[in-house]
């Protein structure tokens, strides 16, 4: 497979179905007050990376105030929101892993049901 590689200009998706199966990204900027919305993560977890601001993230109801530079890590099945919460715009990537991998050594299974390799 060809590596994949795209310049963050705008924002937009990233990574999608087209270049990935098991992984979605896109960047996201955000004006003072503004917000994504409440949304629901599916069967993977989602890494939101902030690059530039201070956001609220919502996760299951619950706030936490998160500046730059940080990272959030939401959970599977898992309602969420961001709200910029600063005075200039918020810039962040985010990754939602749309199938998992299994994990050397850990026992914990593949999305798949086959089992990890221990």
């Known amino acids: 497979m060809p590596v994949f590689?795209?310049?963050i200009k705008e924002t937009g998706a990233l990574v999608s179905s087209r270049e990935s199966r098991q992984v979605a990204s896109g960047y996201v900027t955000l004006d003072p007050g503004s917000e994504v919305g409440e949304h629901q993560t599916g069967?993977?977890?989602?890494?939101?990376?902030?690059?530039?601001?201070?956001?609220?993230?919502?996760?299951?109801?619950?706030?936490?105030?998160?500046?730059?530079?940080?990272?959030?890590?939401?959970?599977?099945?898992?309602r969420h929101n961001v709200k910029n919460q600063g005075t200039?715009?918020?810039?962040?990537?985010?990754?939602?892993?749309?199938?998992?991998?299994?994990?050397?050594?850990?026992?914990?299974r593949a999305a798949s049901g086959s089992s990890a390799v221990a």
Not at 43 to 57: F, K, R, S, Y
Not at 88 to 108: F, H, K, S
């Open 5 to 7: 590689v795209k310049s």
């Open 43 to 78: 069967t993977g977890e989602e890494l939101i990376v902030l690059l530039d601001g201070t956001a609220e993230v919502s996760v299951d109801g619950r706030g936490h105030i998160v500046s730059s530079p940080s990272v959030v890590l939401v959970p599977a099945h898992t």
């Open 88 to 108: 200039t715009p918020l810039r962040y990537v985010y990754v939602y892993v749309t199938a998992m991998a299994p994990r050397e050594g850990t026992g914990i």
